[in-house]
């Protein structure tokens, strides 16, 4: 499903582990479907303390990263305009070690406080970073332990090696090249993160490479019912 024109008036719960992966995961989606009428709330489990990008030139340092990366996931969801940002005090790097009652309850109060249509998350298992996979794992379980009828739909964003050949194709695929201010706002905000050459680069893009690299947002649909 190429979709684009879910927007309107809902509640959506984006749980993911670090400052800096809204912007690169869903940011255009998110932009999108503000405008729209929706209402967002961002979990952010960790404030990326453990990361080892500083800046180019270095502005930081592992004294400094946690409160600055808090400030710049702050700037980030301004730049989006998310309603409701939750900095729920998880450890960087160590998510798949938490205690798993402790992370699924912490989800599972979300559902209930929320109640949201959309909740966005990690696939667990498919994107590369233990953290990704853990906060992915948790948000599955909480949501899978709701009656079926009042379960959100969870939209699963991965990108590890070779993962289509385990999961098939994104079955959602948002053309968000009418947020592409906004997105590129949000990354900018990350200015410790953004210049890394793992993400944008030390050097200005164009607005075509922009367009190509950021104007599309995919998404797989977690199938509860394929799950054993």
Request: aromatic share 8%; net charge negative; with cysteine.
């Amino acid at each position: 499903m190429n979709d684009t024109k879910q927007t309107g008036q809902q509640r959506i719960l984006v749980v993911l582990p670090h400052p800096d992966d809204e912007s690169f995961v869903a940011a255009g989606t998110l932009s999108m479907y503000i405008a729209g009428g929706a209402e967002v709330t961002y979990a952010c489990l960790t404030l990326g303390e453990m990361g080892r990008n500083m800046g180019i030139p270095p502005f930081a340092n592992r004294v400094s990263l946690p409160g600055i990366r808090k400030e710049e996931l702050a700037a980030s969801c301004r730049a989006i305009g998310i309603q409701d940002l939750r900095m729920l005090g998880f450890h960087d790097k160590m998510v798949e070690f938490e205690d798993r009652q402790l992370l699924d309850s912490t989800v599972t109060a979300l559902l209930l406080e929320l109640q949201p249509q959309m909740v966005i998350t990690f696939y667990p298992g498919y994107s590369v970073h233990p953290d990704h996979d853990a906060t992915g794992a948790a948000v599955i379980r909480a949501v899978g332990r709701l009656p079926e009828a009042e379960r959100p739909v969870v939209y699963c964003s991965a990108f590890a090696v070779n993962h289509e050949q385990a999961i098939g194709q994104a079955d959602v695929i948002f053309d968000v090249s009418d947020f592409l201010d906004q997105k590129m706002a949000s990354i900018r905000a990350h200015a410790t993160q953004f210049q890394a050459a793992e993400l944008v680069g030390n050097r200005e893009l164009t607005a075509e490479e922009i367009r190509l690299r950021y104007g599309t947002e995919k998404f797989w649909t977690y199938r509860f019912a394929d799950q054993a």
